[in-house]
């Protein structure tokens, strides 16, 4: 992960330190975390996150959480 530029926090997570996620480009992956737990990193491809994105929005995924 030594291609990482910086770590981008996330414009919905406030001004609170540890209530962030944040996200991160190599050249091959988008890389997530949550600011609590830095070192425990989701590796993805920015097709595969555009398509959660956008499962979401929809309500796709609301059903999992009834």
């Not at 988008?30 to 956008?54: F, G, N």
């Amino acid at each position: 992960m030594s291609d990482i530029q910086h770590w981008r926090k996330s414009s919905y997570s406030g001004d609170a330190a540890n209530n962030c996620v944040e996200l991160a480009r190599t050249p091959n992956t988008v890389l997530l975390r949550e600011s609590d737990e830095p070192h425990t990193v989701i590796a993805t491809t920015p097709l595969a996150l555009r398509a959660l994105t956008r499962a979401v929005k929809a309500g796709r995924l609301d059903h999992l959480f009834r």
